[in-house]
């Protein structure tokens, strides 16, 4: 059994080859940028920027990191479950290594999102754009991967009903939840917010997931695994950071199970074939279905099929002819008669999954 909700110290990869295979459900990575600094960045007023210029951030060549990166991701596949999941995120100094060792490693990408920051840094020189974004990258443990967590619905709902998309507005991680040390000072360079966390973890996991971030920092995956009812595992090579990573997810209080719930997937529900419905006695041979508009109608027969003149079949295929369409979904098509009009089979349907519930 893997322990969790623990920070392991040490170095990443070292510390990975020590757990399971197929062990854990997802992994959020965020590791070094390699931003390769060459000097202080200073502000028009001449104040130092504080960036990353830690050494935990520097390597010696573009092939030493990718090295590095393949090692680690390497490890962190061997530890993913066979339904599980990656998340990669970066800054446009690794993301596009990031990405060509991912495919290499044999990931199957399923999208790269785009952290829009609502309050970038700004670019004091003027020789260039404001970096005003970072890359994730969801990918697969492999591409003949057919299962993975994804909550789609509860994404929709969480969006106000509308398919959420690739680009996601989200401010930099400031104020309260920004640590500091006792002088003040931001405690690590590049905290995430934790409003990211949480949606990555809402799209790709379930309550119970065990989730691996190997490069912890200051908890930030933590934080919002506790919160979420996820269980976590940390590895963290700076002492300094796992201590106040364990001090931050210590007074973390969890949501409540039942506040866990999410909007449920129509995939997920149990199938019921439209020859149940027949059996149920919700419909009968002879009825007759019409489309929406109530323009076309069909003959319900005992095996489940329609009759609609000469053609006949399954209720999605005969929806499909009657319009000359190359597919059709026959439980929104066709309606039945009710004491309030015309309404889609759909409705028999939710009827009979509401009895195997």
Not at 1 to 25: A, K, Y
Request: hydrophobic share 35%; charged share 30%; glycine share 8%.
């Amino acid at each position: 059994m893997i322990q969790t909700d623990v920070v392991l110290t040490g170095d990443c990869i070292e510390v990975l080859r020590s757990l399971p295979d197929r062990s854990v459900d997802l992994v959020f990575a965020d590791p070094p940028y390699n931003l390769q600094l060459g000097g202080e960045l200073l502000r028009p007023d001449n104040s130092k920027v504080d960036a990353v210029d830690d050494d935990w951030d520097r390597f010696a060549s573009f092939e030493e990191y990718d090295r590095f990166c393949r090692d680690w991701l390497r490890e962190c596949r061997r530890v993913l479950k066979d339904d599980g999941a990656i998340w990669v995120i970066g800054s446009y100094h690794n993301v596009f290594r990031l990405g060509v060792a991912v495919q290499d490693l044999g990931f199957w990408v399923l999208n790269d999102v785009v952290w829009r920051k609502s309050n970038p840094m700004p670019n004091f020189k003027g020789t260039r754009f404001t970096n005003a974004h970072e890359t994730l990258i969801w990918a697969t443990k492999s591409r003949n991967q057919k299962r993975y967590t994804f909550n789609y619905d509860a994404l929709k709902v969480f969006n106000d009903d509308t398919q959420m998309r690739s680009d996601w507005t989200l401010p930099l991680c400031t104020g309260d939840e920004r640590l500091k040390d006792d002088n003040g000072v931001k405690a690590h360079p590049t905290q995430k917010p934790e409003a990211l966390l949480h949606r990555v973890l809402l799209a790709s996991t379930k309550p119970g997931d065990v989730v691996l971030d190997p490069f912890f920092g200051t908890g930030t995956t933590g934080a919002a695994a506790r919160r979420l009812g996820r269980r976590w595992i940390g590895i963290e090579r700076d002492e300094t950071y796992a201590k106040l990573a364990r001090e931050r997810i210590e007074k973390v209080q969890p949501v409540s199970p039942e506040d866990l719930e999410v909007v449920g997937s129509k995939r997920a529900e149990p199938r019921v074939p439209f020859g149940t419905i027949i059996e149920a006695g919700l419909l009968r041979p002879g009825d007759r279905l019409f489309c929406p508009k109530g323009e076309r109608e069909a003959r319900v027969r005992a095996d489940g099929s329609l009759v609609h003149g000469e053609m006949s079949g399954s209720i999605h295929k005969v929806g499909a002819m009657v319009q000359q369409a190359p597919a059709c979904n026959g439980w929104t098509y066709w309606h039945f008669r009710s004491d309030r009009g015309l309404a889609p089979i759909d409705v028999l349907r939710a009827k009979i999954r509401a009895g195997m519930n």
